[in-house]
């Protein structure tokens, strides 16, 4: 079955202590993205990955890291994170935006963070 | 500035009630807009992508639309099933970006 999968789902942290939030795609595609969504915010991008060793910030990269060193996983990492970034975080993959094949993002079930 | 904005907000109908629902965008360069259905609890779901003015995609009781300033998705007789929040969102800029921006959202509402 294709699917994105995140880990953890859920997860209550405190400030400063570094977290990783996995995601991996089993669809062989090159593009893999993170969102945050927040109410009246709606969906807003991190960062995103054209392909392995490319990674590019999206509209809020500010406090957030990611790697993508093999095709599959796209981590995001916390190094100190903050109470503000307390939110619904996806993932999503996609194959590749270049040129005119933009084709369509399947997207995680979602990480819910709450930094206390 | 590129954005991307969603109306209504929430909309109510009765089922079979037909309506639309809209996704104005201003940005540079347009690559593609999709159509994503959200259910609560769960990520988006891809339902289209229109790439050029004129295009039209259908898929069993929605329809999507695209011009050259905004999409409609169009509701047919809808079912209770169809509640959920629908997101567009837009791929912009160069063909080596993957910057995409979403609008809010709409949030439907079929009653029996």
């Known amino acids: 079955e294709a699917q994105v999968t995140q880990n953890p789902r859920y997860l209550i942290t405190v400030t400063g202590k570094k977290l990783t939030v996995t995601c991996s795609q089993n669809m062989n595609h090159e593009y893999m993205s993170w969102y945050r969504q927040d109410p009246g915010l709606g969906l807003r991008q991190i960062y995103y990955?054209?392909?392995?060793?490319?990674?590019d910030k999206g509209d809020v990269p500010e406090g957030y890291k990611v790697s993508r060193k093999e095709k599959r996983n796209f981590p995001l990492i916390l190094e100190s994170p903050s109470p503000n970034q307390t939110s619904l975080y996806f993932c999503?993959?996609?194959?590749?935006?270049?040129?005119?094949?933009?084709?369509?993002?399947?997207f995680g079930d979602g990480t819910r963070l709450s930094i206390l | 500035e590129d954005q991307v904005t969603q109306s209504p907000e929430a909309l109510r109908l009765q089922e079979g009630e037909s309506s639309s629902l809209n996704c104005s965008y201003t940005?540079?360069?347009?690559?593609?807009l999709f159509w994503y259905r959200q259910d609560p609890g769960k990520g988006p779901e891809f339902l289209f992508t229109l790439y050029s003015a004129g295009e039209e995609k259908e898929k069993e009781r929605l329809k999507a639309t695209l011009t050259k300033k905004e999409s409609f998705l169009h509701i047919t007789a809808p079912k209770p099933e169809d509640s959920a929040t629908y997101l567009c969102a837009v791929l912009h800029g160069s063909s080596n970006t993957g910057k995409l921006i979403f609008g809010q959202g709409t949030t439907l509402q079929v009653k029996p």
């Open positions: 940005v540079s360069g347009l690559r593609g």
């Open positions: 999503a993959s996609g194959r590749s935006t270049g040129s005119y094949s933009n084709q369509p993002q399947h």
């Open positions: 990955s054209m392909n392995v060793e490319v990674t």
